[in-house]
Nanobody, 123 residues
């Protein structure tokens, strides 16, 4: 079992950058695929990015590809989401999640979720 907690959200101007962090508990962190999802008001939760166990593989939603970078540090039990060139449509609550399924974009395949961190991009 693993617990995750996000941090690093905030208010940023369009075109700016933010880095989200997700700290996980548990000795088996490196055996989980990690993912980032987001949910805007009135919309369903959507996939943002996922990263494999060792960090050697990653995948992104088309809307963020080329702007966001997911990474992980298994020694620190932490996964990151570097968000660059932010747009107003990136405004959402961002969630970190852990999964035993390999690099899924489906939120139903993720077993453990954080409480989320708010990202607001002003235009």
């Amino acid at each position: 079992q693993v617990q995750v907690a996000e941090s690093g959200g905030g208010l940023v101007q369009a075109g700016g950058s933010l880095r989200l962090s997700c700290a996980a508990s548990g000795r088996t962190f490196s055996s989980y695929t990690m993912g980032w999802f987001r949910q805007a008001p009135g919309k369903e939760r959507e996939f943002v990015a996922t990263i494999g166990w060792s960090g050697g593989r990653d995948a992104y939603a088309g809307s963020v590809k080329g702007r966001f970078i997911i990474s992980r540090d298994n020694a620190k039990n932490t996964v990151y989401l570097q968000m660059n060139s932010l747009k107003s449509e990136d405004t959402a609550v961002y969630y970190c999640a852990a999964s035993t399924t390999w690099m899924s974009a489906n939120p139903s395949n993720y077993d453990y979720w954080g409480q989320g961190t708010q990202v607001t991009v002003s235009s």
